[in-house]
């Protein structure tokens, strides 16, 4: 998203069974070595191939934390900057690994006054571009419209 | 036998309390959206964040739930400096159920978080497959230095026997 383009759904307008617009996102080693850098986790899972291949796994690891900050973002440049994502649930299915891509889908299950409920799931992309496994479902989330922060900030 | 032991049941109700050495910082918020592909401006352009009535830049949303950067440990053996519960469960296997995370405000640069984990359930449960599984519940609660509340994090950590019970 930059700010020059970004257009946002109408809040207004939002109905049960809209589809979000899906955010893929290929994770390559590199992100994950940056990854590990800012979230201060440096766990040989990581980045380290030797240590993977010691532990007989395809791969270094995704930290499935990942998953949460994409579902955020993709909800974020769905809504634009006048929404605050309050809850967010999910559950992890499989280990995704470097170099894979997932997609982030979800659709509108609720809408109330000044909130929306979604529902959500991450996969990764298989070769033939359809949904591979279940990076993690199900997964959903509460958004706050038409306010840039939560509750618990000062008025 | 049972995974679920008196040394296993005492673990409920442990905390762990941290506090970050310095404040959170609006480099953290901007190094985490340029490692995870999210270039939204609220985490890099004050000015687009003051229009939209932020009182500045702020980290993405998850990222409290993510970093490591308020505990202050020393890396282990295999490069890990965050909070963990060292369990060690003899004959499983570990892993990640899931999170929940409440979040109540943006994190500002300028807050000093503190997180506080506590154990809030164990229970035993059997697969499908047969094998025994202990599921360790736990909160991490993150505050600022004036104890405002920032956010929650309910997470899920499973113990999978490696043994179908007999």
Not at chain 1, 105 to 131: C, F, K, L, N, Y
Not at chain 2, 3 to 10: N, Q
Not at chain 2, 49 to 70: D, F, I, K, M, S
Not at chain 2, 89 to 109: D, E, W
């Amino acid at each position: 998203m930059s700010e020059a383009t970004a257009s946002f759904a109408d809040h207004a307008a939002i109905a049960v069974g809209d589809v979000i617009p899906p955010l893929e996102r290929t994770i390559t080693l590199t992100d994950m070595v940056a990854y590990a850098g800012a979230t201060w986790d440096w766990h040989k899972l990581h980045y380290d191939t030797a240590y993977v291949a010691e532990k007989k796994l395809p791969g270094p690891i995704v930290d499935g934390q990942v998953f949460g900050a994409l579902l955020v973002e993709m909800l974020q440049d769905w809504l634009g900057p006048q929404s605050f994502v309050r809850e967010l649930e999910f559950t992890f299915r499989n280990l995704v690994f470097a170099g894979e891509t997932l997609r982030c889908a979800g659709t509108v299950t609720e809408v109330g006054e000044d909130r929306i409920s979604v529902s959500m799931s991450v996969v990764v992309v298989a070769e033939d571009g359809s949904d591979g496994r279940a990076a993690a479902a199900p997964a959903s989330a509460v958004v706050l419209l038409g306010t840039p922060d939560g509750p618990g900030a000062p008025a | 036998m049972s995974l679920l032991t008196d040394e296993v049941r005492a673990l409920e109700g442990q905390t762990r309390v941290y506090t970050a050495p310095e404040p959170f910082g609006a480099a953290a918020g901007r190094y985490f959206g340029l490692a995870i592909g999210d270039d939204n401006p609220l985490y890099s352009d004050p000015d687009y964040a003051r229009a939209q009535g932020l009182a500045g830049v702020t980290a993405p949303l998850t990222l409290v739930c993510e970093t490591n950067q308020y505990a202050g440990l020393p890396m282990d053996a295999e490069g890990y400096a965050g909070h963990t519960w060292q369990l060690d469960i003899p004959g499983t296997r570990q892993v990640r159920g899931g999170n929940k995370y409440t979040f109540h405000r943006r994190i500002r640069p300028e807050d000093v978080v503190t997180a506080t984990w506590r154990i809030t359930s164990v229970t035993e449960k059997v697969t499908g497959s047969g094998n025994q599984m202990l599921i360790v519940g736990s909160t991490a609660t993150y505050t600022n230095q004036e104890d405002e509340l920032l956010a929650e994090n309910a997470e899920t950590i499973i113990f999978v026997g490696l043994e179908k019970k007999a």
